[in-house]
């Protein structure tokens, strides 16, 4: 009878306890690397998501400069959401690269303005922050803020 168990051992397939824990190792490294894309695919998205809407905030504030917010020098503030903002309009400064816009100034008495407009948002330690900058155009003198853009 000895003889017969012997046989039926060497007849026997199976894995060993060896092959079974590298097993386990490579679906453990396998699963941890993919956990680690997808947490970073997740962190990505939120920052997109919040840079988006920093942009849309700054596209909004920009619109109201002339309607809701003077068009005249100056500076303004304030918060929507998570977000805080600051708009600063100022005289437009050529540095000589552009001098048709100076002549169109001069000859068609349209005062040129640069919006600035930072939208800033996050904890201390880890805010963000983004700027955004466009020219605004009014005739000279017309302190209404009604006047064209650009």
């Known amino acids: ?24 190792l490579v679906f453990g490294l396998s699963f941890a690397v993919t956990l680690e894309i997808l947490t970073g695919s997740m962190r990505n998205t939120a920052r997109a998501r919040e840079y988006t809407e920093a942009a849309l905030i700054a596209q909004s504030l920009m ?45 068609t008495r349209i005062e040129l303005l640069e919006v600035e407009c930072l939208v800033s948002w996050g904890n201390a330690g880890r805010e963000r922050s983004q700027m955004f900058s466009t020219v605004k155009a009014r005739l000279e003198g017309n302190e209404s803020g009604e006047g064209a853009d650009s």
Do not use: H, K
Not at 1 to 24: D, I, K, S, Y
Not at 63 to 86: C, S, T
């Open 63 to 107: 619109d109201q400069v002339g309607l809701d917010i003077p068009l005249e020098a100056g500076n303004f503030e304030g918060e929507e959401g998570n977000y805080r903002w600051e708009v600063a309009i100022y005289p437009f400064q050529d540095d000589g690269s552009n001098t048709r816009s100076m002549e169109l100034m001069s000859l």
């Open 1 to 24: 009878m000895p003889a017969t168990c012997a046989r039926r051992r060497t007849g026997q397939a199976g894995f060993t306890l060896l092959e079974v824990l590298l097993a386990f």
